[in-house]
């Protein structure tokens, strides 16, 4: 028996920023599996690929989620429209905070 991986909405809307090289569909798609438990052979079957190709997008998610997944104590999840170079320098922040946090 397989054991299905699952994340609540807000654990995904934290990982979702670090999915940005998946298409927008794709991550609509691949919260509909984590999230709302769809099947991943019903959204193959949506969208006439393999469930292999479903099964390396969700696990590619799931691996994000492990690394990225966890909000330490004090720590909250933002999400706002920036102009691009103001983002670039927000996740720079982002990446020097959690690097520290690391240390």
């Known amino acids: 028996m397989t ?18 090289r998946q298409k927008e569909q794709n991550i609509e798609h691949i919260r509909r599996v984590l999230v709302d438990g769809v099947k991943q052979r019903d959204i193959a079957a ?23 997944g966890s909000r330490p104590e004090g720590w909250r999840a933002v999400n706002v429209a920036l102009p691009d170079n103001v983002a670039d320098v927000v996740e720079e922040m982002a990446d020097i905070a959690r690097r520290r946090m690391l240390k």
């Open 46 to 68: 949506e969208l006439q690929i393999t469930v292999q190709g479903v099964s390396a997008m969700v696990a590619r998610a799931w691996r994000t989620h492990v690394e990225f």
């Open 3 to 20: 054991v299905r991986k699952r994340l609540t909405l807000a654990e995904f809307d934290f990982i979702r920023p670090h999915l940005e």
